[in-house]
């Protein structure tokens, strides 16, 4: 269940783009009267942004980008960017984007970065719908000249290739049909795989990037009927390593999607530091989709609300987005 | 450019659907007097059948089976099942499929076939255009409620596996941009890869299965300039297996796809003994799409045309349904 709170009566796109125009407005005419003050964002009426984008959903706010575009000659998002500054920025820059081009521009921007990069690729590769992951291609192709999988490959190496390029790549079968001799008899190749130790194994790799979610999940529950524990924990027993780390984040992304994001956003608020990025990126990709449940697995783990969580490691405007993202007060 | 000729005037949909359920009845009608002579499509009208869905292309082929199980509660595939046999049988069966379902349906086929079938599912992956092969994948969830690549992968091991999966799932950028430094420094790792012998390296698994084919081509043109031979050239003078056989036929369906269909049809004609299989294949997946180009190149490598070679090497319907297709005679 979405967090995303649209208020009951929309204005029209018109009013909408009209409204974020003149956001940026005050704060040109500002910048012409006192151009050397430069504090940031200053002028623009960055509530103003927030009540609106804020509140509207992924096709309200595509017609808003489209109105604003015939209007001012100018797309919003890079009025927006030009506007905003630093983590407020990004939040609402993400926000604005089409869900799948949002997905196409993080993926791409994982395929650059170093530090934990292949998680955002595998997330979206595993909690996405097949139909939405195929939509997230062909923003790919669009917006990058390349394919997002040819990307993958050329950046990645070894196991992390071995596992990342299927995935992502990957057009899952989405019914609930279900074939309990192959699940068991997939159990117990994980099984023997993973005892001994090989982890990268191409059977493993084709078992988890190829089969359905229903299928696999029906596989993974006869692994822990079979052998006692389930397979996150016997790929725990043994050293550790950023390899077998992600395979867990994998599974655990492909059956308990709401777990993984609660996790996420844990360990993103509890470090030292936050990490922004996870934060906005959970929030702004799943505020829409399914950050009811999440929010509530976060409580149950955490003893405490996600929204109160955010509150005290955030602050200012990007604290006020993402409040309203996951749904805190009225549209 | 297709070979299919289509009338200049088309009866309407449910004018040929009849037509079609008229010759069965024919044969009904004959069977209920005569019910113990057997012969082979005794009493059907075969050449109304070729006459009419030899000569429409794929809309007006859908339009007439939808028109024909409207009228008659059955579809027009099992009726033409019912019908007719052997080649003959295969050759309508196939032509008259949607060409995703077809190419679905072969794809389903030969992952539970042993002999050749590698290179159907190779040939399905390289020659058809990248959302022609998504439409594909989604015919096989419809059909088969499982991927096109959990059944590739299951049904392969090995080499053939690490090339056949990410061909299968590939959705290759189709522009005409192409990165100059990359070619040169992928032909580079091609060549490296290909002196040390090692066929199967990720890395020519990697530039084949991901690259959009003007990029593929540039980085083999450039193999052939700064190596003095054609990369399939020097993929040949080695020990020949099955492997270095199928990773040639990728190569020339990616970048010659009409030299590759010649050769299969010059193989499939020339043997002794047709092979059926792939001569119907052939015909029945380009007719529409390039067998013009395909027949000019034959013309060329052989010294006589696809027509005299197939009107030589086959009989009755069903060298009357292929040279239909072929665009042999007037529609």
């Known amino acids: 269940m979405a967090s995303l709170k649209v208020p009951a009566s929309v204005p029209p796109p018109?009013?909408?783009?009209?409204q974020l125009h003149k956001a940026f407005e005050d704060a040109v005419l500002a910048a012409n009267i006192l151009f050397f003050i430069r504090s940031s964002?200053?002028?623009?009426?960055?509530?103003?942004?927030?009540?609106?984008?804020?509140?509207?959903?992924?096709?309200?706010?595509?017609?808003?980008?489209?109105?604003?575009t015939e209007a001012h000659g100018q797309d919003l998002l890079k009025?927006?960017?030009?506007?905003?500054?630093?983590?407020?920025?990004?939040?609402?820059?993400?926000?604005?984007?089409?869900?799948?081009?949002?997905?196409?521009?993080l993926a791409n921007e994982a395929t650059k970065r170093l530090t934990s990069s292949n998680w955002v690729l595998m997330e979206i590769a595993c909690t996405r719908s097949s139909h939405d992951l195929f939509k997230v291609r062909q923003a790919y192709h669009a917006r990058y000249k390349k394919s997002l999988e040819e990307d993958v490959a050329y950046h990645t190496t070894g196991d992390f290739r071995k596992l990342l390029v299927p995935?992502?790549?990957?057009?899952?079968?989405?019914?609930?049909?279900?074939?309990?001799?192959?699940?068991?008899?997939?159990?117990?190749?994980?099984?023997?795989?993973?005892?001994?130790?090989?982890?990268?194994?191409?059977?493993?790799?084709?078992?988890?990037?190829?089969?359905?979610?229903?299928?696999?999940?029906?596989?993974?529950?006869?692994?822990?009927?079979?052998?006692?524990?389930?397979?996150?924990?016997?790929?725990?027993?043994?050293?550790?390593?950023?390899?077998?780390?992600?395979?867990?984040?994998?599974?655990?992304?492909?059956?308990?999607?709401?777990?993984?994001?609660?996790?996420?956003?844990?360990?993103?608020?509890?470090?030292?530091?936050?990490?922004?990025?996870?934060?906005?990126?959970?929030?702004?990709?799943?505020?829409?989709?399914?950050?009811?449940?999440?929010?509530e697995e976060y409580h149950r783990r955490n003893s405490v609300t996600l929204d109160r969580d955010i509150a005290g490691d955030t602050s200012g405007d990007y604290e006020r987005m993402l409040l309203a993202l996951i749904g805190h007060g009225d549209a």
Chains 1, 2 share one sequence.
Not at 14 to 18: L, Y
Not at 44 to 68: D, F, K, M, P
Not at 85 to 104: G, M, Q
Request: proline residues 1%; negative net charge.
């Open 14 to 18: 018109h009013e909408d783009a009209e």
């Open 41 to 68: 964002g200053w002028g623009t009426n960055e509530g103003l942004i927030i009540s609106i984008l804020a509140h509207r959903n992924a096709a309200q706010r595509n017609l808003i980008r489209q109105v604003y």
């Open 79 to 105: 009025d927006l960017d030009k506007e905003l500054s630093s983590d407020f920025e990004r939040a609402v820059l993400l926000w604005t984007l089409d869900p799948s081009e949002r997905d196409a521009y």
């Open 167 to 295: 995935l992502v790549s990957a057009f899952r079968y989405e019914g609930e049909e279900v074939n309990t001799m192959l699940a068991k008899s997939e159990a117990k190749i994980l099984h023997e795989k993973i005892s001994d130790k090989a982890y990268s194994d191409e059977e493993i790799i084709r078992i988890l990037t190829t089969r359905s979610k229903a299928q696999l999940n029906a596989t993974l529950n006869h692994y822990n009927n079979a052998f006692g524990n389930s397979i996150n924990k016997n790929l725990k027993e043994d050293a550790d390593n950023d390899f077998l780390k992600l395979l867990r984040a994998t599974i655990k992304c492909l059956t308990y999607p709401e777990k993984y994001f609660e996790k996420l956003l844990r360990l993103s608020i509890k470090k030292l530091g936050t990490d922004e990025w996870a934060l906005t990126r959970v929030v702004t990709t799943r505020a829409e989709v399914d950050m009811e449940r999440i929010k």
